[in-house]
């Protein structure tokens, strides 16, 4: 009788056991399928990402955000970032930027990645405050031949090549570097930002000649254009530029960006950038 309760236990005891078992394999089992699905469903995010989000282009601000909830009042300093639109619908690494999940009516949470130059990153809020002094748009031009860099250090990577005469527009300094934009567009796709040296920016006297320089065209001034110069246009915005080729008494022989040749009159030019004595 004794051996018999004793097999009866046994039995009892690994049946219990079994379904023990068979519940924890059940609840892992799920796991792992809760697992699968959410795998399943960031492939599916990624890729909708990396194949169909697009943004809007055209003429207009795209500002990234920190702060949804109370905006515009916060944040008060401004976008994290100005993104271009056009570049990230053709960027090499469709991954670099995500569409992470709509917040509300107005806004959409993205992550972004990307590559900045390292000499920006600053080790405290103290050491990062006020690093760039500011310049208020001071026009130069280029002396001589030579680079415009990434970044304001002596080791830096060269970004694009200038030429003696490039009109540019100096908004920083720091050190032996100003912070500058190229004035004269040749390459719209081309960077037109960077570092230059101190000494290799000057001002209209430096030169000899005014032959080979950037000038800015006075907006509503007409100027011949075409072959034989039959076309008149009109200067339609401040910000045209033209490089000078030719002198006469009473005009200037240019050619525009995209090299078009035009012709428009001295009093039509505005003043070259004087040093202030």
Known sequence: MKQRWIFISIIFCTIILNLY?????KGLTNQINQLINANSD?????????NNTILKEGSFELGLWDNYAQFPTVP???????????????AIDKNMFKILGKENEYF??????????????????????NTVE??????MYVLNDGDIFLSPTNNSMSVLSCHRGNAVTVKGEYNDFYYIHINYHVDSNAPYYGWIKKSNLGYYDSFDSSIGLDVNLKKGSPMKIGRNKEKVLTVKNHSTWGRIMEKTETEY???????TPAIINIKDVEPFSMEEK
């Open 76 to 90: 008060a300093y401004g976008p994290l970032a100005k993104l271009n639109s056009f570049g990230i619908n053709r």
């Open 253 to 259: 022989h240019i050619r525009l960006p995209g090299a």
């Open 21 to 25: 078992q068979y519940k924890e394999n």
């Open 134 to 139: 500011y310049i208020n748009d001071r026009i």
């Open 108 to 129: 959409t949470r993205v992550s972004i990645e990307g590559f900045i130059p390292t000499w920006a990153i600053a080790e405290d809020i103290a050491k990062a405050e």
């Open 42 to 50: 960031i492939e599916q995010i990624e890729n909708k990402t990396k």
